[in-house]
């Protein structure tokens, strides 16, 4: 597994024409509190809660109402140290909300490793021109997360940036 720096996720963002794309990632510490494989009950609900929330592109990175913007896809899941996938969860959500979660848990209690968070989304927006700004609601929904570096490319270039925490709206300037 890539070397992270805990406090620091990184979103990767792709916008062609209605489409945009998003791949997330951040340390478990950032999101859960904790990188050891899950050993009890409440590291296990955290882990869930977690996936759940980040399950759920468009309320941790709120795009302007005039972008028209909807989920696709969404998928989100934990690597633990060994590389091992401990959980898994795919939401769905074409106007309904067909969500469904598979969960293997990780029989790997005593690896001590670092975990990571990876997402991915899919979404359309009907106004892409309306996509001047992202606000990282992220920041609300974890504490520990500090920071967050930003690649995006659109038909003009690639760009990058750092969304921090006490500054959570990414002006795109489109």
């Known amino acids: 597994m890539d070397a992270h720096e805990h406090g620091v996720g990184a979103l990767d963002i ?7 794309a998003m791949a997330f990632e951040a340390p478990g510490a950032d999101i859960v509190g904790f990188e050891y494989a899950a050993k009890s009950d409440a590291d296990h609900a955290a882990i869930d809660t977690a996936l759940a929330a980040l399950g759920a592109p468009l309320e941790l990175f709120v795009m302007p109402d005039a972008a028209a913007c909807g989920v696709v896809e969404a998928q989100a899941d934990l ?9 898994h969860e795919d939401h769905h959500d074409e106007g309904g909300h067909d969500t469904h979660a598979d969960h293997d848990e990780d029989d790997h209690a005593d690896d001590a490793g670092h975990t990571e968070f990876h997402a991915e989304y ?3 927006c009907d106004n892409p021109d ?10 609300n929904a974890f504490p520990n997360a500090q920071e967050v570096d930003v690649q995006i490319i659109t038909i003009s270039g690639a760009h990058a940036f750092e969304v921090a925490r ?7 300037g489109r």
């Open 14 to 20: 792709a916008i062609y024409g209605t489409t945009v």
């Open 79 to 87: 690597e633990g140290g060994d590389g091992h996938e401990g959980h």
């Open 122 to 124: 899919t979404l359309t």
């Open 130 to 139: 309306a996509l001047t700004e992202i606000t990282f609601a992220y920041f």
């Open 166 to 172: 006490d500054t959570p709206t990414l002006d795109l």
